[in-house]
């Protein structure tokens, strides 16, 4: 079964830097999908991106981009030029890629953004 | 936005009473996920579908159990409730293949046990 860990249960940052949040996984698939999502405080699930682990590309998503380390099952989430509307608690996600079904989440970290 | 809801969105039920949740989706998608939300445990898969009466455990599926009779609404149903399924429960959907696997979750359910 896989597992994903988020290190960090909260996390602040000031209104226009740049901030960092980590994510590590393990499992024995070779091609798999992560993503994260954001939930704010409405609590609405909210995917901010997406990556295919068969892709060596880095993705990005306007300020949002990843780290995504393969052998060290290691995805990032870089946010830059933090808003006061990123405040949310942040979710890093792994799916199979040969069966969809296989779904896990880590436990969350509650990002702040401050003014 | 996608086109999932959930019915209903809040409830109170008594210990040992069977409670129904709904999850009703617009986009045809094939996969769709129940999941439960507690605080420090982000979200634990309870049961999943991948087609019309097709369905599988995720990780915390006792107590639980699901249908989908059709492919646009995916049932999940506590037998007895108890307590300690007083939660938030989402639903999600994906094509769970090609360009679009990324799931899309409904608004979510708050149900207390008392």
């Known amino acids: 079964a896989q597992t994903v860990t988020q290190s960090q249960p909260e996390m602040s940052v000031q209104e226009a830097e740049t901030v960092t949040l980590s994510c590590t996984y393990d499992?024995?698939?070779?091609?798999?999908?992560l993503f994260w999502y954001k939930q704010p405080p409405s609590r609405q699930m909210i995917l901010v991106i997406r990556?295919?682990?068969?892709?060596?590309q880095n993705a990005t998503e306007n300020r949002f981009s990843v780290n995504f380390q393969k052998a060290a099952k290691s995805f990032s989430l870089k946010i830059s030029d933090s808003q006061l509307g990123d405040t949310a608690m942040y979710f890093c996600?792994?799916?199979?890629?040969?069966?969809?079904?296989?779904?896990?989440f880590g436990d969350g970290t509650t990002l702040t953004v401050k003014p | 936005d996608a086109g999932i809801t959930q019915s209903p969105r809040h409830k109170v039920t008594e210990t040992g009473t069977p409670v129904t949740l709904r999850c009703h989706q617009t986009?045809?998608?094939?996969?769709m996920y129940w999941y439960r939300q507690d605080p420090g445990h982000g979200l634990r898969l309870i049961h999943y579908?991948?087609?019309?009466?097709?369905?599988d455990k995720g990780e915390v599926s006792d107590g639980y159990s699901v249908s989908r009779s059709k492919t646009e609404d995916f049932l999940l149903t506590l037998e007895s409730a108890t307590s300690s399924q007083t939660s938030v429960y989402f639903c999600?959907?994906?094509?769970?293949?090609?360009?679009?696997?990324?799931?899309?979750f409904g608004p979510g359910t708050r149900l207390t046990v008392t």
């Open positions: 579908s991948y087609g019309v009466k097709d369905t």
């Open positions: 999600a959907i994906s094509l769970g293949t090609g360009s679009s696997y990324e799931q899309y």
């Open positions: 986009e045809n998608h094939r996969y």
């Open positions: 499992t024995s698939e070779n091609n798999y999908y």
């Open positions: 990556q295919e682990a068969y892709k060596q």
């Open positions: 996600a792994f799916m199979s890629f040969t069966n969809a079904g296989k779904s896990t």
